[in-house]
């Protein structure tokens, strides 16, 4: 089982930009997907994006895919989320997660691997 730990969250203005860092450890990263997850207060969490093992292939969120950008750098173990132009509404819990499933996709039910999270707060 691969253990992730989240960073990079804190507070921003609107308009601002954070990066977010997914670290592993306990397993090599490069072998699952890896995806990002938000929770918002009171809200179910959502799917962000995902990124494919070798980082070749990503899927995004509709609502996010022209401001977020994930990528991933296996000889460190890491998966990032840049953020740009954060609104109110980015406001919430965010998550890494990973799967040793074969399809790329934003399904939560599809990973078993899951961070213990990064607040985000977005003040407008």
């Known amino acids: 089982q691969v253990l992730l730990v989240e960073s990079g969250g804190g507070l921003v203005q609107a308009g601002g930009s954070l990066r977010l860092s997914c670290v592993a450890s306990g397993r090599t990263l490069s072998t699952y997907l890896v995806g990002w997850f938000r929770q918002a207060p009171g809200k179910e969490r959502e799917s962000l994006a995902a990124i494919s093992r070798s980082g070749q292939s990503t899927v995004y969120e509709v609502s996010v895919k022209d401001r977020f950008t994930i990528s991933r750098d296996n000889a460190k173990n890491t998966v990032s989320l840049q953020m740009n132009n954060l609104k109110s509404e980015d406001t919430g819990v965010y998550y890494c997660?990973?799967?040793?499933?074969?399809?790329?996709?934003?399904?939560?039910?599809?990973?078993?691997?899951w961070g213990q999270g990064t607040q985000v707060t977005v003040s407008s």
């Open positions: 997660a990973a799967t040793d499933r074969h399809e790329l996709g934003l399904r939560k039910d599809l990973y078993d691997n």
